[in-house]
């Protein structure tokens, strides 16, 4: 009796054993044929991953002319799990930095994340970017990534198209896209139609070599993704007409809006004082916005829409037609200006002839 029980508990731990085991190759080849993440997480190390941006829609007036497009930037990222021992010396003064700046970047970098990029020095010219390129090998951990920056080939309509600034915290919070260093709009349609405008990210694999060169994509591109460009806008504006506008309004303090009657269409939307859009593109981008802001003309407030003011001789035309439809005056009456007037109805003009 004690034999067979003896040999009923031998079996059912055999049993036990024969199926955790089965269950750990079954396992050991799931995660080693069928599961390829974990191949691509144990190659890490070798494997920089590079985030592909879409370009920006263009915007066009109603004309079919075009108003905003994008110009090749570069931005150095920088990994800091893999910044390595270096002279920052010669690094800082391939980049044209001071010491302090790279202490406060990389600082800056490390409490975003150690294992993730981020942007180092944003929105490099293509002629700087041509300098450095061929020296960064030198320097591991850091390496640029192309982006696009904002052109205005007029430069008028500034509130109105608005700019493109760098995500903050709230923005990125808010929205899953966003990732440190990214551009969003930050005002006037830029920021309006900023999903329709910002298009979608891709993805790029490549293999990197222990000297921080790429040696190519890897697995020939496989798990790469392609960018989908953002959507372009067409504007009710009139190009032309919103410059001769502008011209019109130089050295003045003012608004005008020109609308299509018949659809309600904004043909020219003008405040002044203004300022060139291309003021806000770039690495100035936040120097002369503290100088805009700091003009004592406002030329950042649009008077179109903010500013208040009275009706003025504007409404004398509605009191015309209210005069001509009531038959109390005709096409031929006339008025004498007796002078200036004060309260309650001011007229600070002596015309001294008859008013038709």
Same mark, same amino acid.
């Given at each position: 009796m004690i034999n067979k029980n003896l040999s009923g508990r031998k079996r059912?731990?055999?049993?036990?054993?024969?199926? /955790?085991?089965?269950? @750990?190759?079954?396992?050991?080849?799931?995660?080693?044929? /069928?599961?390829?993440?974990?191949?691509?997480?144990s190659q890490n190390n070798v494997l920089r991953y590079i985030t592909q941006y879409p370009a920006r829609g263009k915007i066009y007036d109603r004309k079919g002319e075009l108003m905003v497009y994008n110009e090749a930037a570069f931005d150095l990222l920088v990994v800091p799990q893999q910044v390595k021992s270096m002279d920052t010396t010669d690094f800082c003064?391939?980049?044209?930095?001071?010491?302090?700046?790279?202490?406060?970047?990389?600082?800056?970098?490390?409490?975003?994340?150690?294992?993730?990029?981020?942007?180092?020095?944003?929105?490099i010219s293509k002629e700087d970017y041509g300098f450095v390129?061929?020296?960064?090998?030198? @320097?591991?951990? @850091?390496?640029?990534?192309?982006?696009?920056?904002?052109?205005?080939?007029?430069?008028?309509?500034?509130?109105?198209?608005?700019d493109v600034g760098e995500v903050n915290r709230s923005n990125?919070?808010?929205?899953?896209?966003?990732?440190?260093?990214?551009?969003?709009?930050?005002?006037?349609?830029?920021?309006?139609?900023?999903?329709?405008?910002?298009?979608?990210?891709?993805?790029?694999?490549?293999? /990197?070599?222990?000297?921080?060169?790429?040696?190519?994509?890897?697995?020939?591109?496989r798990y790469d993704t392609l960018p989908v460009s953002g959507s372009d806008l067409i504007l009710g504006l009139d190009a032309n007409l919103q410059q001769y506008g502008e011209a019109l309004m130089q050295g003045k303090t003012g608004s005008i809006v020109a609308i299509e009657p018949g659809s309600g269409e904004i043909l020219a939307l003008i405040t002044s004082p203004s300022f060139n859009p291309n003021l806000l593109v770039g690495r100035v981008r936040g120097k002369n916005y503290n100088a805009l802001q700091a003009d004592s003309l406002k030329p950042l407030l649009n008077r179109a829409i903010s500013g208040s003011y009275p009706p003025g001789s504007t409404f004398k035309m509605v009191n015309a037609l209210v005069a001509l439809q009531s038959g109390a005056i005709t096409e031929n009456t006339q008025f004498s200006c007796q002078g200036k007037l004060s309260r309650p109805i001011k007229c600070t003009h002596d015309h001294n002839t008859p008013l038709a």
């Amino acid at each position: 009796m004690i034999n067979k029980n003896l040999s009923g508990r031998k079996r059912v731990i055999i049993l036990i054993f024969s199926i /955790v085991a089965l269950v @750990f190759i079954v396992k050991l080849f799931f995660l080693q044929v /069928v599961d390829q993440s974990y191949k691509l997480s144990s190659q890490n190390n070798v494997l920089r991953y590079i985030t592909q941006y879409p370009a920006r829609g263009k915007i066009y007036d109603r004309k079919g002319e075009l108003m905003v497009y994008n110009e090749a930037a570069f931005d150095l990222l920088v990994v800091p799990q893999q910044v390595k021992s270096m002279d920052t010396t010669d690094f800082c003064g391939l980049l044209g930095v001071s010491e302090e700046l790279f202490k406060e970047r990389l600082q800056k970098a490390r409490r975003y994340s150690r294992y993730r990029p981020s942007v180092f020095l944003e929105q490099i010219s293509k002629e700087d970017y041509g300098f450095v390129a061929e020296k960064l090998y030198q @320097f591991p951990g @850091f390496y640029f990534q192309a982006r696009t920056l904002r052109h205005y080939p007029k430069p008028i309509a500034a509130h109105v198209l608005g700019d493109v600034g760098e995500v903050n915290r709230s923005n990125i919070d808010k929205d899953a896209y966003y990732t440190s260093g990214d551009y969003i709009g930050k005002s006037g349609i830029e920021r309006f139609y900023e999903k329709e405008l910002r298009g979608k990210k891709g993805l790029k694999i490549v293999m /990197v070599d222990v000297y921080n060169r790429e040696k190519g994509s890897f697995q020939d591109g496989r798990y790469d993704t392609l960018p989908v460009s953002g959507s372009d806008l067409i504007l009710g504006l009139d190009a032309n007409l919103q410059q001769y506008g502008e011209a019109l309004m130089q050295g003045k303090t003012g608004s005008i809006v020109a609308i299509e009657p018949g659809s309600g269409e904004i043909l020219a939307l003008i405040t002044s004082p203004s300022f060139n859009p291309n003021l806000l593109v770039g690495r100035v981008r936040g120097k002369n916005y503290n100088a805009l802001q700091a003009d004592s003309l406002k030329p950042l407030l649009n008077r179109a829409i903010s500013g208040s003011y009275p009706p003025g001789s504007t409404f004398k035309m509605v009191n015309a037609l209210v005069a001509l439809q009531s038959g109390a005056i005709t096409e031929n009456t006339q008025f004498s200006c007796q002078g200036k007037l004060s309260r309650p109805i001011k007229c600070t003009h002596d015309h001294n002839t008859p008013l038709a």
